[in-house]
T-cell receptor, first 114, second 111 residues
Framework: DTAVSQTPKYLVTQMGNDKSIKCEQN?????MYWYKQDSKKFLKIMFS???????INETVPNRFSPKSPDKAHLNLHINSLELGDSAVYFC?????????????FGPGTRLTVT | AQSVSQHNHHVILSEAASLELGCNYS??????LFWYVQYPGQHLQLLLK????DPLVKGIKGFEAEFIKSKFSFNLRKPSVQWSDTAEYFC?????????WGAGTKLIIKP
């Protein structure tokens, strides 16, 4: 019973391609996040959705577009992939209505752009 | 805006040594504080958290952390580390629907 799942786990693709990463949580949480972790392990928040509404939209290229079809899903679509997009992308979820903020992370998607 | 500093980027210890990793946040008021661990090739997992009450918080795997409000600090400690503690450790504090993360500390335990 995986709490936060992501697919695919690995993604190898060429520059210029378009790809999507999917995330699902079965914890009943109201908020979901996308993070990018670079080779130095720095965690950068990219987007966050609360009850399907975009609430955090950090400075990322507009080639990245999140979509939340419902509270349990948050997908990330990336257009025109570049070498610098290579990283591990983590999805996370939390219940923020009670100010808990504790985040649960998915296993990550390692994206390699060649 | 809230920020988090982790003073040590790399720490190398021998097994059985004691560990203390520093974490400071910038903004006062009511805070929720977290330490997460990321083992090699894995995702982030919660080690421990502080919401209120006893400022000495115990977590999994023998870790503990002490919240010192006057110092804006939430340092992570373990009295005797093991080789399996080799990992990246992240401190975080809540702010407006999100967690603000430190840059992480890479801990290497020599057997």
């Amino acid at each position: 019973d995986t709490a936060v799942s992501q697919t695919p786990k690995y993604l190898v693709t060429q520059m210029g391609n378009d790809k999507s990463i999917k995330c699902e949580q079965n914890l009943g949480h109201d908020t979901m996040y996308w993070y990018k972790q670079d080779s130095k392990k720095f965690l950068k928040i990219m987007f966050s959705y609360n009850n399907k509404e975009l609430i955090i939209n950090e400075t990322v290229p507009n080639r990245f577009s999140p979509k939340s079809p419902d509270k349990a899903h948050l997908n990330l679509h990336i257009n025109s992939l570049e070498l610098g997009d290579s990283a591990v992308y983590f999805c996370a979820s939390s219940q923020t209505s009670g100010r808990a903020y504790e985040q649960y992370f998915g296993p990550g998607t390692r994206l390699t752009v060649t | 805006a809230q920020s988090v500093s982790q003073h040590n980027h790399h720490v190398i210890l021998s097994e059985a040594a004691s560990l203390e990793l520093g974490c400071n946040y910038s903004y006062g008021g009511t805070v929720n504080l977290f330490w997460y661990v990321q083992y090699p090739g894995q995702h982030l997992q919660l080690l421990l958290k502080y919401f209120s009450g006893d400022p000495l918080v115990k977590g999994i795997k023998g870790f503990e952390a002490e919240f010192i409000k006057s110092k804006f600090s939430f340092n992570l400690r373990k009295p005797s580390v093991q080789w399996s503690d080799t990992a990246e450790y992240f401190c975080a504090v809540n702010s407006n629907y999100q967690l603000i993360w430190g840059a992480g500390t890479k801990l290497i335990i020599k057997p």
